[in-house]
T-cell receptor, first 114, second 110 residues
Framework: GAGVSQTPSNKVTEKGKYVELRCDPI?????LYWYRQSLGQGPEFLIY????????DSGLPNDRFFAVRPEGSVSTLKIQRTERGDSAVYLC????????????FGPGTRLTVL | GENVEQHPSTLSVQEGDSAVIKCTYS??????FPWYKQELGKGPQLIID?????GEKKDQRIAVTLNKTAKHFSLHITETQPEDSAVYFC?????????FGAGTRLTVKP
């Protein structure tokens, strides 16, 4: 079946603008994760959804970042008033169950804030 | 929170040699330790994982060892091939808050 997909693959925006990044998880996966990966670094945990609810949002850096998963499938990461420091690859992953298990990653969205 | 350190940051080996990457973690409650391979422009892909009730796991040319007392775990790749060249990440998790190391860029020279 299809893997995790993310759109857009690339997003260029100007400082101060609002952006939305979309993630389509693997069908049937109840857990969904967002990570941020800066150049030369490992993925940095942002938020984890179990179903429709954000079970852990401790990784969101500040209140400009917000994520939703209204129907327990597709998720959108929203960034308000973007800053140049937000430039990174945003990765989405999904897994089957609620415990720590293999996470399947999408290809990421490369966000560039000018 | 959990802190994962990984080394070396770069590793170059000759085809056919072995490669070893090491990680340490700080949270003794972590119980799941995956290793991911990431190729350029792609998301990380799981290559092997180990849980805290096991000390060693092997899958063909890849093995992982876990020392819970010392809080470190290692990835071993034997008979390396050029297609093993990539960035490898270790991670540690106790619930679903997975924390990754900074990565090791492995280059296998033919």
């Amino acid at each position: 079946g299809a893997g995790v997909s993310q759109t857009p693959s690339n997003k260029v925006t100007e400082k101060g603008k609002y952006v939305e990044l979309r993630c389509d998880p693997i069908s049937g996966h109840t857990a969904l994760y967002w990570y941020r990966q800066s150049l030369g670094q490992g993925p940095e945990f942002l938020i984890y959804f179990q179903g429709t609810g954000a079970a852990d949002d401790s990784g969101l850096p500040n209140d400009r970042f917000f994520a939703v998963r209204p129907e327990g499938s597709v998720s959108t990461l929203k960034i308000q008033r973007t800053e140049r420091g937000d430039s990174a690859v945003y990765l989405c992953a999904s897994s089957l169950g609620s415990g720590p298990d293999e996470q399947f990653f999408g290809p990421g969205t490369r966000l560039t804030v000018l | 929170g959990e802190n994962v350190e990984q080394h070396p940051s770069t590793l170059s080996v000759q085809e056919g040699d072995s490669a070893v990457i090491k990680c340490t973690y700080s949270d003794s409650a972590s119980n799941y330790f995956p290793w991911y391979k990431q190729e350029l422009g792609k998301g990380p892909q799981l290559i092997i994982d180990i849980r805290s009730n096991v000390g060693e796991k092997k899958d063909q040319r890849i093995a992982v060892t876990l020392n819970k007392t010392a809080k470190h775990f290692s990835l071993h790749i034997t008979e390396t091939q050029p297609e093993d060249s990539a960035v490898y990440f270790c991670a540690a998790s106790r619930n679903n808050d997975m924390r990754f190391g900074a990565g090791t860029r492995l280059t296998v020279k033919p």
